[in-house]
């Protein structure tokens, strides 16, 4: 059948921008921004490499790209999950950590591209205002939900950002048996068993953690 009989199909702008944003996070994570190449980049997306430079300007742009793009993806998407203001302020919490294992534990690229290939070198000023970024969400969130100045809930949110990424890396780099639980479950849950009783020290409540959220997904002590 020739191209005059079948012609290829032609995209809108902004969807051929996402397939070579979508080709180039995969490109970069198992690369690294160094050893990718944008023909790899052009042969994962399925275009020609001018496309590519199209669609993504030149190679240090096509990587700063995916790093916002990512990381706007995590951002809306821990926002969202966090719900209304009024919710009980640790369950809130709960689902905004959910929302960012899930993102991590379901794409994976994305995760290198943002904390492992960009943290040094010269993308590493744009990680760390994008980091900033996040520890204001959570600030904003801990703040909001505790009734606590949000000076008083910055260097908590800064804690807790610190220690979803160490979890992060542990269930990536490890190879952790969590049991039959959703990771992303198994992990939130983890941090909030940890962090529960810092807020209630926070807000000079007893209780604030509860009883049951650390043992919803099944998280024991054995393995």
Wanted: include cysteine.
């Amino acid at each position: 059948m020739t191209s005059e009989t079948h012609p290829r199909r032609r995209l809108a702008p902004e969807v051929r921008r996402q397939q070579v944003l979508d080709a180039a996070v995969a490109v970069f994570s198992e690369e690294g921004f160094h050893g990718a190449s944008m023909d790899a980049v052009a042969a994962r997306a399925g275009v020609s490499k001018p496309l590519v430079y199209a669609h993504g300007g030149s190679k240090e742009e096509l990587f700063a790209a995916c790093l916002h793009r990512e990381a706007e993806r995590l951002l809306r998407s821990v926002e969202s999950a966090a719900g209304a203001a009024d919710d009980e302020p640790l369950e809130r919490l709960r689902r905004a950590l959910r929302a960012f294992f899930h993102a991590l534990t379901t794409r994976q690229a994305g995760w290198t591209v943002l904390w492992r290939q960009a943290s040094t070198g010269p993308f590493a000023g744009e990680v760390d205002a994008l980091r900033r970024q996040i520890v204001d969400q959570a600030a904003d969130l801990m703040a909001g939900g505790l009734g606590v100045p949000r000076a008083v809930a910055q260097p908590y949110a800064h804690t807790l950002v610190g220690a979803a990424e160490g979890l992060a890396d542990w269930w990536l780099t490890g190879d952790p048996d969590v049991g039959d639980g959703d990771p992303a479950d198994v992990l939130a849950d983890m941090l909030v068993t940890v962090v529960g009783p810092g807020l209630d020290g926070l807000t000079g409540r007893t209780g604030l953690a509860g009883g049951t959220i650390a043992s919803s997904a099944g998280v024991s002590g054995e393995r």
